[in-house]
């Protein structure tokens, strides 16, 4: 596969290349790597992210495919500085200081909490490779051929992957439904 236009100059260190990938993939970066963020509170995704970037920068010369292309390779070397991160943070635990959202009145803290703790008990239903591949394709929006390349994945995994995770979502609430709907004492 040849490089397009925006590779080949980022490759010679044109600028403004770099400037058209960073806007392509920067803000999907960060909030994936956000939805993938480790325990420890001291490693932001902005750091991993900018981590990835220098290591990519350093690395561009072996890529080689489109700028479409440069998404999968620039999550794929995410995840894996993003798991050395969690694995240095398994060794190195750090207890988070709690963080009151500055945008929330007072009266409203306790429902954003809730709402925050409900999805993260929908996505622990979840499988961490299905959670992935969720961040991956709904929330980020990557492609397939991206979120295998960023997850080390085939295609068709990526897809499997997708299916069963929103089966077992839909599944889950579906019985909350359920039960939250049932007269009391049956």
């Known amino acids: 596969m040849s490089d397009d236009l925006v590779v080949a100059a980022a490759k010679d260190g044109d600028p403004d290349a770099w400037r058209e990938l960073y806007r392509a993939h920067a803000g999907r970066l960060v909030v994936w790597l956000a939805a993938r963020a480790s325990s420890d509170s001291?490693?932001?995704?902005?750091?991993?992210?900018?981590?990835?970037?220098?290591?990519?920068?350093?690395?561009?010369?072996?890529?080689?495919?489109?700028?479409?292309?440069?998404?999968?390779?620039?999550?794929?070397?995410g995840r894996k500085?993003?798991?050395?991160?969690?694995?240095?943070?398994?060794?190195?635990?750090?207890?988070a200081v709690a963080e009151v959202p500055d945008r929330i009145?007072?009266?409203?803290?306790?429902?954003?909490?809730?709402?925050?703790d409900r999805v993260r008990a929908l996505l622990s239903e979840l499988s961490p490779r299905e959670r992935d591949v969720l961040a991956c394709l709904e929330v980020v929006g990557l492609d397939v051929a991206q979120t295998a390349e960023a997850l080390g994945m085939s295609a068709v995994a990526v897809?499997?992957?997708?299916?069963?995770?929103?089966?077992?979502?839909?599944?889950?609430?579906?019985?909350?439904l359920d039960t939250a709907a049932a007269p009391v004492g049956s």
């Open 42 to 77: 001291a490693i932001s995704p902005e750091d991993v992210a900018a981590e990835t970037w220098l290591t990519a920068a350093a690395k561009i010369k072996t890529f080689d495919g489109s700028s479409h292309d440069f998404g999968g390779w620039l999550f794929g070397i």
């Open 81 to 95: 500085l993003a798991s050395n991160t969690r694995h240095r943070d398994a060794r190195r635990r750090t207890d």
């Open 105 to 116: 009145g007072v009266d409203g803290i306790e429902q954003h909490v809730a709402g925050q």
């Open 159 to 176: 897809r499997v992957a997708r299916h069963r995770a929103l089966n077992r979502l839909r599944r889950v609430i579906t019985e909350d």
